[in-house]
């Protein structure tokens, strides 16, 4: 009974990513404070904790990146038909979208969309892995906690 215990609670470390949807940064602080319960029971739950924090910590991170990177191309694209307007009292933004600014949001919109998925798929499979007690390990992950 004491290692099903174990593997539900595994499970639940990896699960409770997704409250993020709920509140933000959810998807960090509760896997968190799980991981801090739960990481004296077992060398099982510590090592699935530091996974599951260091993962959710990680996409942020790549999430955030993927959003900084975007923000000039969205100013520029903005202000791109007043580039040789210097007379700004007369400034009147009449937004003409252009193919390549539809294109470029659609590829940013396409990597955010692409990178969100993935990181669902991740934290689903990883539940199932650590609920059939095997040491899940994400991908690309940076180690903040060793």
């Known amino acids: 009974m004491k290692q099903n215990n174990e593997k539900t609670n595994a499970f639940l470390l990896h699960i409770c990513a997704f409250a993020g949807f709920i509140f933000p940064f959810g998807n960090i602080i509760t896997p968190l404070i799980a991981w801090q319960t739960l990481k004296n029971r077992s060398v099982f739950l ?32 903005l202000f791109s038909n007043h580039h040789n307007n210097l007379n700004w009292s007369n400034f009147n933004n009449n937004f003409n979208i252009e193919l390549n600014t539809i294109v470029g949001f659609i590829g940013f919109g396409s990597v955010a969309t ?33």
Do not use: C, H, M, W
């Not at 650590?130 to 899940?136: I, Q, V």
């Open 114 to 146: 692409i990178l969100y998925l993935i990181a669902i798929a991740l934290v689903i499979v990883a539940a199932v892995k650590a609920r059939e007690g095997e040491n899940y390990k994400y991908p690309f992950t940076i180690k903040f906690i060793k």
């Open 46 to 77: 510590d090592e699935q904790g530091k996974e599951a924090v260091n993962f959710n910590i990680s996409y942020t991170l790549y999430a955030f990146l993927v959003t900084l990177a975007f923000i000039p191309f969205a100013i520029g694209s």
